[in-house]
């Protein structure tokens, strides 16, 4: 049996000649989950994966079941998909964060709906495609990243993806920040592997350059300090995604280090105290933002910097004031994210509450939704207001001086390759960046 797993695009981009073509993704990684789902499919059945954001689906290649993993900014895409291979009468199962969140919704494009962890249904999935009896519904749960096995990387061979091995040791996240899905999801907790299996996962693969998907790497800091204390032998290279209070742990700064941490996702969300407040942005709150990179630096790790920008306290000065923090500090990378409401979490029920939600409540569905646009009523400025400026803070940051200036500046600067590395990646970013501003979600026109 045949079974073709699906790593949607998110929509079309808008060229100069005003017509619309399929967003490319440039800094694309391997689709890790479709990687693990096949890690646990037995060798009877042929494993096919298509990513949709560098390659044309033929939804008349005979096929056996679609399996589509759906998260929220491709869920349209991903339902236009599913609807196409639906047409000609191709079970099609959904799976993935968005599809566990919102169930109702993803069930009318689906012949059947995965809701929760994957890996603990998956087996009984493939016996009942096998005798043609896939139920409508499996329900799992959160839980520990797929015990025993390892993702199946060879579905990854010839798709041209960025030359970096993605694997997990924990998922979820034990904060309650208001915008965030995951905290949700998981009840805010955090499921982990074995550590002897990431460690043998790592030595069958042959890149010395990694990727911890981890929702917050040092999310429990001892069992951070174990991981990283078995990496040292291997003498790897690393980056992850970690909450800025690590900083308060000389040992595991220590071991971070020595383990070959590059870089780290960092979570800073607002430059405010009001607006760390008002996220219950938890690890923050007693933080000194120059003590804690001053630590960072220390270590030789690069700051990919993340903001949530829209709390209810945002002014243009606010942003003004973020934006002239970031430059300052010369960040590697910076996110300037806008609050988006995620479906069932505390900022979405708040503003659903008060009325300000835009685009029906659903902009992820919604025709007229744009990629980076507000889908909300700030209190303090409009939506096309709080849009505009958060482009403009994209593109300041991103200007070729500025860039520059962070690529030069003396902490970033270790050795030629790494010089090297970071300028490719810096103009990568530079591009993706700015070319997906006012994307439209899936391919309809």
């Known amino acids: 049996m045949k079974i ?24 694309r990684m391997e689709p890790l989950q479709l990687g693990v789902l096949a890690g646990l499919t037995p060798d009877r059945f042929k494993i096919e994966l298509i990513d949709d954001r560098i390659e044309t689906i033929d939804y ?36 993935g964060i968005h599809a566990s969140m919102m169930p109702e919704e993803a069930e009318q494009y689906a012949d059947s709906l995965i809701i929760g962890d994957a890996e603990a249904v998956w087996e009984t999935v493939l016996k009942d495609v096998e005798i043609n009896e896939l139920k409508k519904t499996y329900k ?24 970096i091995t993605l694997l997990q040791y924990g998922r979820g996240c034990m904060y309650a920040c208001s915008f965030c899905s995951i905290s949700v999801y998981f009840n805010k907790r955090i499921f982990y592997r074995e550590i002897e299996e990431v460690i043998a996962e790592i030595k069958k693969q042959k890149r010395k350059f990694l990727f911890f998907v981890d929702d917050n790497i ?20 690393w980056v992850g995604q970690a909450s800025i209070n690590m900083t308060d742990d000389p040992e595991l700064m220590s071991l971070m280090q020595k383990s070959g941490c590059m870089g780290l ?15 219950n942005k938890s690890p923050n709150l007693i933080t000194n933002y120059e003590k804690q990179i001053k630590i960072l630096r220390k270590h030789r790790i690069h700051i990919w910097a993340a903001f949530i920008l829209g709390h209810d306290e945002e002014t243009k000065e606010s942003l003004q004031a973020t934006l ?12 300037f994210n806008i609050l988006m409401p995620y479906p069932k979490t505390e900022a979405f029920e708040k503003l659903k509450k008060e009325n300000r939600l835009l685009y029906d409540g659903k902009w992820w569905l919604h025709k007229d939704y744009r990629f980076n646009y507000a889908s909300f009523k700030p209190k303090k400025m409009t939506a096309d207001e709080l849009t505009e400026f958060c482009f403009y803070m994209r593109k300041k940051f991103n200007s070729i001086p500025v860039l520059l200036k962070r690529l030069f500046a003396f902490h970033n600067i270790k050795n030629i390759g790494r010089l090297r590395f970071l300028f490719k990646m810096m103009f990568l970013f530079r591009i993706e960046t700015l070319k997906k501003q006012g994307m439209k979600f899936g391919f309809e026109k």
Do not use: C, W
């Open 324 to 335: 002239d923090f970031v430059i300052k500090q010369k960040f590697t990378f910076v996110a």
């Open 4 to 27: 073709t797993m699906i790593k949607p695009n998110i929509g079309l981009l808008q060229v100069k000649n005003g017509t619309d073509k399929p967003f490319n993704d440039n800094g």
């Open 218 to 237: 040092v999310g429990d800091k001892e069992k951070a300090k174990q991981l990283f204390r078995a990496l040292i032998p291997l003498k790897i290279k």
């Open 60 to 95: 008349d290649q005979p096929t056996d079941l679609v399996a589509i993993t759906v998260e929220i900014y491709m869920a349209k895409r991903a339902y236009e998909i599913a609807t196409e291979y639906r047409k000609r009468k191709v079970p099609v199962i959904l799976g």
């Open 140 to 163: 799992s749960f959160a839980s520990i990243p797929h015990p025993e096995k390892i993702a199946r990387r060879s579905i990854y061979f010839g798709k041209k993806y960025l030359p």
């Open 265 to 279: 996702v960092i979570g800073f969300e607002s430059y405010s105290e009001k607006g760390l407040s008002l996220y």
